[in-house]
């Protein structure tokens, strides 16, 4: 399950560029170049961001679903879900639990998909010895992404009853609710998930370029034949699936921002003009000015307007001007998965704007890419430990971490140390429990702090306590640059 949008206070920066809860940004030549002040600058890094770049990749093994490989990281863990899909004859093994539950939601791991590979895209030149992990990871989601688009003008978009999952506690391997499947197609579509699932399957196209060939054809055509389904049936899946989604993953943004998202990742994947041309005909109608404050699993407005501002300002791709700016930074209200993605953003845009020679003007001051990568690590650092709690939201980085997590799987007793069935009722005792999770779910980043900066780590306590695949995915990218080439790029 989602965690909620539970608020804290994240950072309280003295930039007057940053005090409103949304800033968009100008782009102008370098030549205007102006130095920081030295109060600005960062500091040595006081944190190991490879040691948190490896335990943040390793996480993902934790959520898979599906026959676990013989080189499985957390090896707590056991094969589940072996036949999920027979409810519709299809075979849908695999993929990933989103968060501290047994479901397989497809809109957030489509999402967790686009974020795992954009962070491939930008920073895998410098995760060195972690970008096997990191292709991996994605490989895991995209070899799912696949068999839930078998089918033309179809995408199996959920595998599991969420509200029958939450009323039990039960680890995935054990798990014995129904494995229900739902999809969207032409008489339910759902443009929201089918959008994003063609920017995932686009964007990992490129990440396997390279080194897997046919593979990456084989996703780029699977995405331009999902993005068309997306864009000729149009419609939210919460419409149709609105008991089934929601509230867990209602697609509150409508469906607007993924199609835009998606013919922006078609767009960089193929270099086709009919995706430029797309963006340039609809992209007023599908939002590409709404200044959203936030970036996440539901709305991509602003992931989009940083993306095309790559094509606009290092590619020159001039039609794209609209696009030069986007910067967006959010203050106050946010969690977890808003302090990666932001972080991620911009890094991203530092590194687009460094490449192009620009700097970005806000409100008459100067905000350098230096400044922009500077905001981004006080982010992280928050994360990883700067912070009034003192302590790390990541588990098992630092010497203090949540123990007592909202996951399943980990707080109940694992298959090796108890090989016998713990049922579906029973298994609450452990929810309740006051003692640590016995299984250490590596790299995890749960919810949060409340807008205090309090954190009670209570397992009951899912807005702040649950981890989820979409709050590491982006931080993946913004820890490779961390740990590997800060202040460059």
Known sequence: MAPCLSSFTLLLLPLTCFTLSLVLCNAY????????????????????????????????????SGRLPSNQRITWRRNSGLSDGSAMHVDLVGGYYDAGDNVKF???????????????????????????NA??????????????????????????????????WERPEDMDTPRSVFKVDKNSPGSDVAG????????????????DPNYANLLIRRAMRVFEFADKYRGSYSNGLRKVVCPFYCSYSGYQDELLWGAAWLHKAT???????????????LGAAEFDNFFGWDNKHVGARILLSKAFLVQKVQSLHDYKGGLLFKMGDSNMQYVTSTSF???????????????????????TPK???????????????????????????????????HHRGSSIPSIASH????????????????????????????????QHDRFPDQRPDYEQSEPATYINAPLVGALAYLAHSFGQL
């Open 271 to 285: 270099k086709n003009p009919m995706y430029l041309d797309y963006i340039q005909v609809n992209g007023q109608i």
């Open 29 to 64: 030549p370098g030549h205007h170049y102006y130095p920081i002040p030295h109060h600005h600058r960062p500091r040595f890094a006081s944190h190991n961001y490879r040691d948190a770049l490896t335990k943040s990749i390793i996480f993902f093994d934790g959520q898979r």
């Open 196 to 211: 994003e699932t063609a920017a995932a399957l686009a964007a990992a196209s490129l990440v396997f370029r390279r080194s």
């Open 419 to 450: 090989p016998a069935k713990i049922q579906c009722s029973p298994g609450f005792s452990f929810m309740k429990s006051q003692s640590p999770n016995p299984n250490i779910l590596v790299g995890a980043i749960v919810g949060g702090p409340d």
């Open 345 to 367: 953003l911009l890094l991203a845009y530092a590194k687009y704007l460094t490449s192009a020679h620009r700097f970005v003007n806000c409100g008459g001051i100067t905000v």
């Open 106 to 132: 497809g809109f957030p791991m489509a999402f967790t998909t686009t974020m795992l590979s954009w962070s491939v895209i930008e920073f895998g030149g410098v995760m060195k010895g972690e970008l096997p």
């Open 371 to 405: 400044r922009l990568r500077a905001l981004a690590k006080r982010q992280v650092d928050y994360l990883l430990g700067d912070n009034p709690m003192k302590m790390s939201y990541m588990v098992g980085y630092g010497p203090r971490y949540p123990q007592r997590i």
């Open 135 to 168: 292709k991996e990871a994605i490989r895991w989601a995209t070899d799912f992404l696949l068999k839930a688009t078998v089918h033309p003008d179809t995408i199996y978009v959920q595998v599991g009853d969420a509200n029958k999952d939450h009323a039990c």
